[in-house]
């Protein structure tokens, strides 16, 4: 679970006797979330900013987005993150969408999986190795012909972060999510050219992390995220989005201090989609301050190749990674 990754990163920093002061400071930065899967915007969308929970279809990650699917879908993924500071991470991601007979709508499975290369130093002066795994489930119909409703979850998520402290000494944390996680959005249509939409996740994560000298701890971990969106489609071949996402991590009684309300989430996303002709698009944005672009070839009909470059993919984890560059490449194929 990406998430996790910043939790657990916490984590083992929290469980380390000499913390310092310096680390402390930077805790809330860590446990921010931009690995998680319910997060984390389609290459389609991550080339114009990852906004996308205004914008309709499989491109976008908000449930209800779903609602107008009528075809059968499947998209490859892989992506590269590449920190300044610290290991290179390989991510590999299948969706599979699919109409949902009956009672109408759309459904989404995901699988997800990322992991780091070796250990290398990272800016916190340790060596951290990381992997997760995540399986996702989204579904999303039309209420009426202006108004969708979507609900997701991640029955399996589960993460693990490795801090070197030196020859055969390591802090292991884990974290496991928690029933009670969800994802629920929806999307108004005003116009035929302007769709508004909303999401809420919540998120409830288990730590647990063993430390050299200090024994066995864990913790739980609160998130909540809203966020509203707009698109507008003012040409035939344009597509213009923005995103705003605010939220709060808090944690229990930790054995070092109390991260109660301790981070806020605050960001904005927006980009341009832009039909250059019939066989490509290209796109433009900003990803929480991050510059992004991408572009689709339609190779046939029903096969797409996407691909999308963030120059500041993880700005809410600088204080760990440095700045990290993300490429992502994907195939969809529309049956």
């Given at each position: 679970?990406?998430?996790?990754?910043?939790?657990?990163?916490?984590?083992?920093?929290?469980?380390?006797?000499?913390?310092?002061?310096?680390?402390?400071?930077?805790?809330?930065?860590?446990?921010?979330?931009?690995?998680?899967?319910?997060?984390?915007?389609?290459?389609?969308?991550?080339?114009?900013?990852?906004?996308?929970?205004?914008?309709?279809?499989?491109?976008?990650?908000?449930?209800?987005?779903?609602?107008?699917?009528?075809?059968?879908?499947?998209?490859?993924?892989?992506?590269?993150?590449?920190?300044?500071?610290?290991?290179?991470?390989?991510?590999?991601?299948?969706?599979?969408?699919?109409?949902?007979?009956?009672?109408?709508?759309?459904?989404?499975?995901?699988?997800?999986?990322?992991?780091?290369?070796?250990?290398?130093?990272?800016?916190?002066?340790?060596?951290?190795?990381?992997?997760?795994?995540?399986?996702?489930?989204?579904?999303?119909?039309?209420?009426?012909?202006?108004?969708?409703?979507?609900?997701?979850?991640?029955?399996?998520?589960?993460?693990?972060?490795?801090?070197?402290?030196?020859?055969?000494?390591?802090?292991?944390?884990?974290?496991?999510?928690?029933i009670g996680s969800f994802q629920a959005g929806t999307l108004f249509r005003p116009h035929e050219k302007v769709t508004i939409g909303g999401q809420l996740i919540y998120i409830i994560d288990e730590l647990e992390a063993?430390?050299?000298?200090?024994?066995?701890?864990?913790?739980?971990?609160?998130?909540?995220?809203?966020?509203?969106?707009?698109?507008?489609?003012?040409?035939?071949?344009?597509?213009?989005?923005?995103?705003?996402?605010?939220?709060?991590?808090?944690?229990?009684?930790?054995?070092?201090?109390?991260?109660?309300?301790?981070?806020?989430?605050?960001?904005?996303?927006?980009?341009?989609?832009?039909?250059?002709?019939?066989?490509?698009?290209?796109?433009?944005?900003?990803?929480?301050?991050?510059?992004?672009?991408?572009?689709?070839?339609?190779?046939?009909?029903?096969?797409?190749?996407?691909?999308?470059?963030?120059?500041?993919?993880?700005?809410?984890?600088?204080?760990?990674?440095?700045?990290?560059?993300?490429?992502?490449?994907?195939?969809?194929?529309?049956?």
């Open positions: 679970m990406k998430r996790a990754i910043g939790f657990l990163i916490c984590a083992v920093l929290l469980g380390t006797v000499a913390l310092p002061s310096q680390a402390q400071l930077q805790l809330g930065g860590l446990m921010r979330d931009e690995y998680a899967l319910g997060l984390t915007p389609t290459i389609k969308s991550a080339g114009m900013g990852g906004a996308y929970v205004g914008v309709e279809g499989t491109q976008s990650m908000n449930p209800a987005a779903l609602s107008m699917v009528d075809y059968m879908e499947a998209v490859l993924t892989y992506g590269n993150y590449n920190h300044d500071d610290g290991p290179m991470a390989h991510r590999g991601r299948l969706d599979a969408t699919l109409p949902v007979p009956y009672i109408g709508g759309a459904a989404r499975l995901m699988l997800d999986h990322l992991e780091s290369e070796d250990d290398e130093m990272t800016l916190l002066g340790a060596p951290i190795e990381f992997d997760s795994s995540t399986l996702g489930l989204q579904y999303g119909r039309n209420v009426t012909d202006w108004w969708a409703l979507g609900i997701g979850g991640y029955p399996y998520e589960k993460a693990n972060v490795d801090m070197i402290l030196g020859p055969g000494a390591k802090i292991d944390a884990d974290a496991f999510s928690q063993d430390v050299p000298g200090a024994g066995e701890w864990n913790d739980d971990y609160y998130i909540s995220y809203v966020a509203l969106g707009a698109s507008f489609r003012p040409f035939k071949g344009t597509l213009l989005a923005v995103d705003y996402w605010n939220g709060e991590i808090r944690g229990d009684q930790t054995p070092v201090l109390e991260l109660k309300d301790d981070t806020d989430i605050d960001r904005w996303n927006f980009g341009i989609q832009q039909r250059v002709c019939s066989y490509c698009d290209l796109r433009i944005g900003s990803n929480n301050g991050g510059f992004t672009t991408g572009f689709s070839l339609h190779v046939l009909k029903n096969l797409d190749i996407d691909y999308a470059y963030v120059n500041k993919a993880l700005r809410d984890k600088e204080m760990v990674w440095g700045d990290t560059e993300y490429h992502g490449v994907s195939v969809t194929y529309r049956f």
